[in-house]
């Protein structure tokens, strides 16, 4: 077990020496600290000029795109506020899918409505939703058929929402003109 212990130590000296004395110009990593300034910003600016270091405002100037938040789309809030009665079993914004629960008036078991609506477009117009109704009609034995329907009740909601979305944008912009005549 000595023998082992002082075999290994041997070796590893011996290793050091050659490593070190091998190169004569051998450089160990890491910076000559007189080379770089002492305030910090002129370093980061020195790093920057050379090359080794970025910033966050150069990266978010260079993105491309539009993201904004569910909040700010009209078309999204007021399809939200137009069915808060129903509960909801998906809400995917950046898929533009919102799926509800099935829904039933009172205590009437026996006949439900659930509703899907497909965002096509940010554009308040009557073409940029897709609302898909589902009917669940049940008899006495629970046994039951579901069925997808156009009704009137399809272009209620649409008419609703748009109607609700225009109201939402319409105030925006009026908050926004007030908030740029008060900067002026």
């Known amino acids: 077990m000595i023998k082992s212990n002082k075999l290994t130590s041997l070796i590893t ?3 050091c020496f050659f490593v070190f004395s091998c190169g004569k110009g051998l450089k160990l990593p890491g910076a000559d600290a007189r080379k770089f300034p002492k305030d910090p910003k002129k370093r980061v600016e020195q790093n920057l000029a050379e090359g080794r270091g970025f910033r966050l405002s150069e990266i978010t100037q260079k993105r491309g795109g539009v993201f904004e938040f569910a909040s700010s789309n009209e078309l999204w ?3 939200l506020d137009t069915i808060d009665f129903m509960p909801l079993v998906s809400a995917n914004y950046s898929g533009g899918i919102l799926i509800t629960d099935w829904y039933s008036e009172g205590n009437n078991q026996k006949e439900a409505i659930k509703i899907n609506i497909r965002f096509l477009s940010n554009e308040i117009r009557s073409d940029a939703l897709n609302i898909d109704i589902f009917y ?5 034995n629970f046994n039951c058929s579901i069925q997808k329907k156009d009704s009137d009740l399809q272009k209620e909601l649409i008419k609703e929402i748009l109607k609700t979305a225009t109201l ?4 925006k912009e009026t908050d926004d003109r007030k908030l740029s005549k008060d900067n002026w």
């Open 13 to 15: 000296i011996f290793l």
């Open 77 to 79: 809030r007021a399809s």
């Open 136 to 140: 669940r009609t049940c008899d006495d």
């Open 168 to 171: 939402y944008k319409n105030t």
